[in-house]
């Protein structure tokens, strides 16, 4: 019977008033008798109560005590209740050990962070990496352990899309790439990769770059001085060999801007931040490449117009700021058909300053955006040839926005125009706002 406690409790309650009865028919003192009964049967209550809480509280034994009835009913649900929880720790315990031996075999750092930046969790790479001790650091902030001031940035920004890339705190010669990912309620999970070969590879790869682009340069100027030596006086040479020298001062040019630019590259590589940093009037600078670019557009009669808060500055370095900002307005103009429009914008607000340079030229299909900073990408060869550009403008003004910690967002229409916008964060700059004015050239 599913019930049957219920009826032997019935059964055990009608006895006891039976005998309540009786003893009261006998005494003459029925109250008495029933009192009696009742605190009997509470008493053995309270006993059965005692034996399960001792029964519960023994985590040894695993048999639950004899009963019968409601009692015995009530042990043996708390019995099969605990089996199927002990089934499902154990298929638990299972996972997580397996969770454990897994990421205990990964060379890379897994860290197990809580919304309060507190350690939670690591396996053994990370003790190797980055010198956590277990169980010494359990509970510490991981910015008491890991004190790089890239670090703690990067840690506090919660912005995660890029990875990070530090010398380990442990040994300098070790170079480490961070990935951070939120995940529940604000905790985190930090992925730590030694990229040192890697590293070094593309420490080497620069290094090459920088010394040919160097070596190449004084040759190139030898040869480029000659050609100028010999068209000065080519008067008297054939038409034919005349145009040919030209050819070869003008690649000669192109191979110079190249270099250059190799060399700019490779030291913008070099250091993480400008040595030269200080307010830069924008107005003056944007003015200065105005001009540069009316001259750059000649008899093409562009439109390059100017609109600027007055007196707003921007702290960085100047030199690296105007070769970014040059390089977006010249690629305008050469991509914009004759007497298209131009258009340099600076302005502020509540997230930082914002220089932008849109034009009307041919514009840029969606799918190379995303590739436009990557060194020497072409998104048509015949445009490089007919501009004469040497494709790393752009990596050039991706990396000087790097170390001025901006960022560069781009739309484009094509057939309809570009915009190409550096947005400088209200933290790394310096910035004052003065009355608006609007400065336009018409060439």
């Given at each position: 019977m599913k019930n049957a406690w219920l009826w032997t409790a019935l059964q055990r309650l009608t006895g006891l008033l039976t005998l309540s009865l009786l003893g009261g028919l006998i005494t003459g003192y029925y109250g008495v008798c029933f009192a009696l009964g009742f605190a009997g049967y509470a008493l053995w209550m309270l006993r059965q109560t005692l034996r399960l809480h001792t029964w519960l509280e023994d985590p040894d034994q695993q048999e639950p005590p004899d009963a019968y009835g409601l009692w015995g009913s009530i042990f043996d649900r708390f019995y099969h209740l605990?089996?199927?929880?002990?089934?499902?720790?154990?298929?638990?315990?299972?996972?997580?050990?397996?969770?454990?031996?897994?990421?205990?075999?990964?060379?890379?750092?897994?860290?197990?962070?809580?919304?309060?930046?507190?350690?939670?969790?690591?396996?053994?790479?990370?003790?190797?990496?980055?010198?956590?001790?277990?169980?010494?650091?359990?509970g510490q902030p991981i910015s008491n352990l890991l004190r790089d001031p890239r670090f703690k940035d990067y840690f506090d920004k919660r912005d995660y899309r890029e990875p990070l890339e530090i010398p380990s705190p442990i040994s300098l010669h070790t170079r480490l790439q961070i990935h951070i990912t939120l995940y529940g309620a604000g905790d985190r999970l930090i992925l730590?990769?030694?990229?040192?070969?890697?590293h070094q590879l593309e420490q080497m790869r620069k290094d090459f770059v920088a010394n040919v682009s160097h070596e190449l340069r004084t040759p190139l100027t030898v040869i480029t001085g000659y050609l100028e030596t010999?068209?000065?006086?080519?008067?008297?040479?054939?038409?034919?060999?005349?145009?040919?020298?030209?050819?070869?001062?003008?690649?000669?040019?192109?191979?110079?801007?190249?270099?250059?630019?190799?060399?700019?590259?490779?030291?913008?590589?070099?250091?993480?931040?400008?040595?030269?940093?200080?307010?830069?009037?924008?107005?003056?600078?944007?003015?200065?490449?105005?001009?540069?670019?009316i001259a750059l557009s000649g008899e093409q009669h562009h439109r390059i117009s100017i609109n600027i808060d007055s007196q707003l500055k921007l702290k960085g370095s100047e030199a690296e700021l105007r070769s970014?900002?040059?390089?977006?307005?010249?690629?305008?103009?050469?991509?914009?058909?004759?007497?298209?429009?131009?258009?340099?914008?600076?302005w502020q607000d509540a997230e930082g300053t914002h220089i932008s340079v849109s034009d009307s030229g041919i514009g840029i299909a969606p799918h190379h955006i995303p590739r436009?900073?990557?060194?020497?990408?072409?998104?048509?060869?015949?445009?490089?040839?007919?501009t004469g550009g040497t494709g790393l403008g752009l990596a050039i003004v991706k990396h000087v926005l790097l170390r001025h910690k901006a960022t560069l967002s781009i739309t484009s229409v094509l057939d309809q125009g570009s915009t190409f916008t550096c947005h400088f964060p209200n933290p790394s700059n310096g910035q004052t706002t003065g009355t608006q004015a609007s400065l336009e050239s018409s060439h």
């Open positions: 605990q089996r199927r929880e002990q089934r499902v720790r154990g298929r638990m315990q299972a996972v997580i050990d397996r969770i454990q031996e897994s990421t205990a075999a990964l060379r890379d750092a897994v860290i197990m962070v809580d919304a309060e930046g507190t350690l939670d969790w690591w396996n053994v790479a990370a003790e190797t990496l980055l010198g956590l001790r277990t169980p010494q650091d359990s730590v990769r030694d990229i040192t070969r890697v010999l068209l000065d006086n080519s008067a008297e040479l054939n038409p034919r060999w005349r145009r040919a020298l030209q050819q070869m001062q003008q690649q000669g040019g192109r191979m110079q801007n190249l270099l250059n630019d190799l060399l700019l590259l490779a030291r913008l590589e070099t250091t993480d931040y400008p040595a030269d940093s200080k307010p830069v009037a924008l107005d003056l600078l944007l003015l200065s490449i105005q001009q540069d670019a970014a900002f040059s390089n977006l307005v010249f690629n305008a103009v050469k991509y914009t058909p004759a007497e298209g429009n131009v258009q340099l914008r600076a436009l900073t990557e060194r020497f990408y072409r998104v048509d060869a015949s445009r490089s040839s007919a």
